[in-house]
């Protein structure tokens, strides 16, 4: 049998909604969803709290993918690029969830739970999920920024 890819997810009381639609999503689609929180059906809760376990998760490996969302992705994706090996792309619309994939290799998927309407992140996600980096010059740009991150720059 072949694994099932996991992939994590997390949010804060903002993303609370659509996190719990995304998850159906996902599980529809085959995939493991390990659910970092918040759990506690959209109280008020602080977004580093859950943004750090999920990229920290992504830095060590522990996941290949990941999707945070907070009110409007803004908080989530601060806290997600502090994280070496963290690319977190907050993506609104069709287009930026392509080109954040055949650009910039996002392993971490950013949505605004107060932007975007379940339908619309659905399409975000599923474009996401599905569209190759495309290497070539955007990978000596990725380069570029590991060595931020290396402290070579
Ligand atoms: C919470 O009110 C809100 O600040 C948070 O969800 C997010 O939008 C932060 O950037």
Not at 30 to 46: C, I, K, L
Not at 92 to 100: E, G, I, V, W
Request: proline share 3%; glycine share 14%.
């Amino acid at each position: 049998m072949i694994d099932k890819e996991k992939i994590a997810i997390a949010s804060d009381h903002g993303g609370y909604r659509l996190k719990e639609e995304i998850k159906k999503l996902l599980t529809d689609k085959g995939y493991e969803v390990v659910d970092f929180g918040a759990g506690n059906g959209g109280e008020s809760v602080h977004y580093p709290i859950y943004g750090i376990k999920t990229a920290k998760a992504v830095s060590k490996g522990e996941f290949k993918r990941a999707i945070l969302i907070c009110g409007t992705g803004i908080g989530m994706s601060i806290v997600a690029n502090k994280f070496p090996g963290v690319r977190g792309t907050l993506c609104h619309n069709l287009f930026t969830a392509k080109m954040s994939r055949q650009h910039n290799d996002s392993n971490l998927l950013i949505l605004g739970g107060r932007i975007l309407d379940p339908v619309e992140a659905e399409g975000v996600v599923k474009m996401w999920l599905e569209t190759p980096f495309e290497g070539g010059r955007h990978q000596e740009r990725l380069d570029m920024i590991t060595n931020i991150e290396k402290g070579i720059v």
